[in-house]
């Protein structure tokens, strides 16, 4: 078992904006049709904000609402799949024979969005970026207790948008573009702690990657105290600790 504490978060998806939207939203799972993301991107300087597209914007967004500016601390970017808009788009283009576009290769790669996001910023703090088909919470956090090792602080955004409609027979995605900002710590926040638990027989056991959101969020908004996420066949639970009172 390993403690480390959650100081704070947000999340942002389309309609989904404050902490009581999701609680709502929880409680009565709705459809998201309309995908349009309501976020603030103003600690974003407007040259660089032109080249996110929703799931850049998500992950911007919900680091807004963290009010970290002039805060360098290390980040972790945890993405399902990144962009595949963008890149099937690139691939279509090769497929017409047309010439590559460098500002549209330089975005589609899996770490563009964290990359975009330190220059805005100025963080020359370390940064990672992680792509996990499956198990991609579990490996945030697996990558945010590292840092901790070494840093009093960290960011973790886990964020994901839709896969285009090609994809999706192959593999499971969210409905709808979103995005996790959480900031953990040493020593500041609510206790928790992550074990690792029994492996799993089968991996199609898992729930599917929106109820492993679902029960995330459900965490987080301290609905229950229990979040049990895989990686490779095994479960992994993180837990939240009870307030000592002195």
């Known amino acids: 078992m390993v403690a480390f504490k959650l100081e704070a978060w947000t999340a942002v998806a389309p309609s989904l904006e404050s902490k009581s939207d999701w609680q709502e939203w929880l409680s009565d799972p709705s459809p998201i049709i309309d995908n349009t993301l309501n976020v603030n991107l103003k600690h974003i300087p407007m040259m660089l904000r032109r080249r996110f597209n929703a799931l850049g914007k998500s992950a911007m967004g919900a680091i807004g609402q963290l009010s970290l500016e002039d805060q360098t601390i290390p980040c972790i ?61 579990a490996s945030a956090l697996f990558e945010t207790l590292s840092q901790l090792q070494v840093s009093e602080r960290v960011l973790c955004v886990i964020y994901d948008t839709q896969l285009p409609e090609l994809y999706r027979p192959y593999s499971q995605s969210t ?22 638990t029994a492996p799993l027989n089968n991996i199609d056991e898992l729930s599917t990657y929106e109820s492993e959101l679902k029960a995330f969020i459900a965490f987080l908004l301290n609905d229950s105290n229990v979040f049990t996420c895989s990686n490779n066949g095994t479960n992994w639970t993180l837990k939240r600790q009870p307030q000592h009172v002195c």
């Not at 990359?115 to 990672?128: F, Q």
């Open 175 to 196: 409905d709808f573009p979103y995005a996790i900002a959480i900031v953990f710590s040493r020593e500041h926040g609510d206790s928790l702690s992550l074990e690792y």
């Open 77 to 137: 970017f945890a993405s399902q799949h990144g962009d595949t808009h963008l890149t099937l788009s690139l691939l279509e283009g090769i497929g017409r024979q047309e010439d590559m576009s460098p500002t549209g290769f330089s975005l589609a790669v899996h770490n563009a969005i964290s990359g975009l996001y330190t220059i805005a910023t100025k963080n020359e703090s370390s940064v990672t970026a992680i792509s996990a088909m499956q198990g991609h919470i």
